[in-house]
């Protein structure tokens, strides 16, 4: 069972993770405009650092090394049960999430026994060196890790529409936002891009906001159907505390008053009929009996005979008809052709050969040659 999040209450607010690992900077500008988004959404954001795992020897060769030295808390794989959905974000290695995540995701093994992560919300932003360098892939091939988790994956679609914008390079796609960092790292993320990441942000977050006050309300409908105290056992506490000192509650005198006055009412109806009856009702003597002369018994012998029932006539039928011998067997028709009823050709003919269908042209058909994108 997914553990509880740090708010309480129906109006409480979505508490989001931002966790992303950024060797150059390119994911962590992101990462800030995702935590923007989901702020102005009015959920509560929580960014933190995934550890890194190179030396420092090697991330200087790499010309790197901001990643030792991370702006954000480190997280914990305890982290994630405090949240109610994460947006996990990180370059992509030929496809697929870095080994810095990796080893990451390695260490929820416990969370996935317990399953703990299960019904939280998931989402994903990433970065490549170039426009096709595997954005949407490394979307893809991090979906199992969520799975395995039974945490439900929230893409962002077309609603924004910089991600079917044309008229420049970009790396944003409908899983999620992305930039394009050039080879040697030159190119920062856009304000088109940005701007994607704050939308996802703040996507991510209504949408969770939904998830997190529908569960209140069913924790809140459970708890009165369970007569545990919730809002109307308050309600009632605050309307005794507002009564005078000594005065009964309204529910103590309210019952035998109305108990009263129904039973006031019964019997000034009874006592109406009873009177009634007095003086209208006429009296009714009763007549002295009369002895009527009996029918006479009829003797079993002479009663009318009994109708026949089903089997007799059945009987009575089968013996006045003629037996099956001795009527002449009607010849049987001659049964039409098989092949007449399907519609096949007599012997010996030949059948005409329907016109093989006209190829398309434009080689691989798809769904989307008729538009000449693919």
């Known amino acids: 069972m997914a553990a509880p999040t740090t708010t309480t209450g129906a109006s409480a607010k979505p508490v989001i993770a931002v966790p992303f690992y950024s060797m150059y900077g390119h994911i962590a500008t ?55 959905g994460f947006i996990f974000g990180f370059p992509t290695r030929y496809g697929r999430a870095p080994a810095q995540v990796s080893t990451f995701f390695d260490r929820t093994g416990g969370l996935w026994a317990s399953g703990a992560l299960s019904g939280k919300y998931a989402a994903t932003f990433t970065s490549s060196a170039g426009q096709h360098g595997g954005q949407e892939v490394t979307h893809m091939t991090t979906l199992p890790f969520f799975v ?33 960092a050039n080879s040697d790292g030159s190119r920062v993320p856009t304000e088109g891009e ?32 369970a007569g545990a105290p919730g809002a109307e056992a308050v309600q009632s506490s605050q309307t005794a505390a507002a009564q005078p000192a000594g005065a009964a509650p309204a529910a103590e005198t309210a019952a035998p008053a109305a108990a009263a006055a129904a039973g006031a009412a019964a019997g000034a109806s009874g006592a109406a009929v009873t ?38 006539a059945k009987t ?20 039409a052709p098989a092949a007449a009823s399907h ?10 050969t329907a016109p093989l269908p006209e190829k398309k042209k434009g080689g691989l058909f798809s769904c989307c040659s008729a538009n000449s994108i693919d």
């Open 275 to 312: 009177g009634a009856a007095r003086n209208e009702a006429p009296v009714v003597r009763e007549a002295p009996a009369v002895e009527t002369e009996k029918p006479p018994v009829v003797p079993v012998e002479s009663a009318a005979p009994a109708a026949p029932t089903t089997q007799d």
């Open 194 to 225: 940005k701007r994607v990441a704050r939308f996802q942000g703040e996507h991510f977050t209504k949408i969770v906001a939904q998830a997190v006050r529908g569960r209140h309300l069913l924790e809140a409908d459970a708890a009165n159907a």
């Open 30 to 84: 992101l990462a800030e405009e995702v935590v923007k988004g989901v702020e102005a959404a009015g959920g509560i954001a929580k960014p933190y650092f995934i550890q890194e795992t190179l030396p420092e020897e090697v991330l200087t060769k790499m010309y790197a090394g901001s990643s030792l030295k991370p702006k954000y808390p480190l997280l914990e794989p305890q982290h994630l049960t405090e949240v109610d």
């Open 343 to 352: 519609g096949a050709t007599a012997p010996g003919t030949t059948r005409p």
């Open 316 to 335: 009575l039928v089968a013996d006045a008809a003629p037996s099956a011998s001795a009527a002449p067997a009607a010849p049987a028709a001659p049964a």
């Open 148 to 180: 395995h988790h039974g945490c439900i994956y929230v893409p962002i679609g077309y609603r924004e529409p910089y991600v079917s914008d044309v008229t420049e390079v970009h790396g944003t796609s409908p899983w999620g936002t992305s930039t394009v």
